[in-house]
């Protein structure tokens, strides 16, 4: 192998991908209960993957494109769905170690948006953030090769799937082999990777998952790149999975659903209580939720005015009403 990406697997990693194969072989248990929410997730999929990027569409506009009716929004970002919708009906098809095939993906995503679809760029670029530029791309008379070198290591790597799928996005996001589209690729051909791996891996929406830490995502990116690997990534990609490996199991698996849901709550209105700047994630840990089950009982907890927030979400603090 003449190439390999350079990361470091420490014992965070070593921790989280344990305790994803341990949620894994939880749901391997259940093969005679079919997941109810396998529409549901690839809807989540489309609409979180689209918002990253800045589409508005959301999960019921996405539904009605689904069903072959007409939404309001933008030509571009009911193109950009369309492409969306139209790559992740492929999947089964695709095979995640063909550069071929990686190309076939972003000409079918942006068939309706750019001319050179189906091909790398033949500019050199840079990725803003707010800061203004957060990183310049290798040259584009380098892509070529780097991508040849990305996908003869990912034929011959023996690593654990859900990390060198990891490490395939990071490296893929660094290169930013294509004039646009390169976020949605990248996060398509992770689930691809992890697809098949595991048949599992179509029920879960971790690109709903990235969605909602965002931020963090984008933060993940420029530490990987001020270190020079990818280990910063790979850590909130195993974090993004477990999470979402959470949820999907809370929404799948009604086990005294009432009275779990009743000591949830619960316990975040205590953690609360503890600490009033405590935050979504903190949360998650304590209560060994996904997020965005935290975030859920959170709204509840509001409507039924148990809890206020005092203050904006950042600087702001938790109030439990008596």
């Known amino acids: 192998m003449s190439y390999k990406p350079p990361f470091t697997i420490n014992a965070k990693i070593i921790n989280l991908l344990s ?20 529409k ?7 609409a979180g993957t689209l918002q990253i990027e800045g589409n508005t569409l959301d999960e019921e506009k996405i539904t009605a494109l689904l069903e072959g009716k007409r939404v309001l929004g933008t030509p571009r970002e009911v ?3 369309r492409g969306a919708i139209e790559l992740y009906n492929t999947m089964q098809e695709l095979d995640f170690k063909s550069q071929k095939d990686l190309l076939k993906s972003h000409k079918i995503l942006m068939q309706e948006l750019l001319k050179d679809n189906g091909q790398y760029r033949k500019a050199n ?4 953030g707010k800061s203004g530029v957060t990183h310049v791309a290798p040259p584009y008379g380098r892509v070529p090769d780097l991508m040849h070198d990305l996908f003869e290591w990912l034929k011959e790597t023996d690593m654990h799937p859900i990390l060198s799928s990891s490490v395939f996005h990071y490296e893929f996001e660094f290169i930013h ?24 891996f179509a029920n879960l929406p971790i690109e709903s998952m990235v969605h909602q830490r965002q931020n963090e995502y984008y933060k993940a990116l420029e530490d990987s790149g001020s270190a020079g690997e990818s280990t910063p990534f790979i850590e909130y990609m195993l974090e993004v999975i477990l999470d979402t ?30 600490d009033k700047y405590i935050t979504i994630k903190q949360l998650s840990v304590i209560c060994k939720l996904g997020t965005r089950t935290v975030q859920k009982i959170i709204n509840e907890l509001k409507e039924q ?18």
Do not use: C
């Not at 549901?40 to 489309?46: D, E």
């Not at 670029?125 to 803003?128: A, K």
């Not at 929404?251 to 000591?263: C, M, W, Y």
């Not at 927030?309 to 109030?319: D, F, I, S, T």
């Open 19 to 38: 305790l994803i194969s341990e949620k894994i072989g939880e749901f391997s248990l259940l093969k005679k209960q079919p997941f109810k929410l396998r």
């Open 40 to 46: 549901a997730s690839r809807i989540k999929t489309l």
């Open 79 to 81: 193109a950009e769905a």
């Open 125 to 128: 670029v840079g990725v803003g």
């Open 177 to 200: 082999p294509f004039s646009d589209g390169n976020g949605r690729v990248g996060r398509f051909w992770q689930s691809l990777i992890l697809y098949n791996y595991k048949k599992i």
């Open 245 to 274: 490996l959470k949820d999907v199991e809370k929404e799948n698996i009604p086990n005294n659903t009432q009275q779990n849901a009743q000591q949830n709550a619960q316990e975040i209105m205590d953690a609360i209580k503890k």
């Open 305 to 322: 005015n148990k809890i206020k927030r005092v203050g904006a979400n950042k600087g702001g603090y938790w109030e439990v009403i008596k």
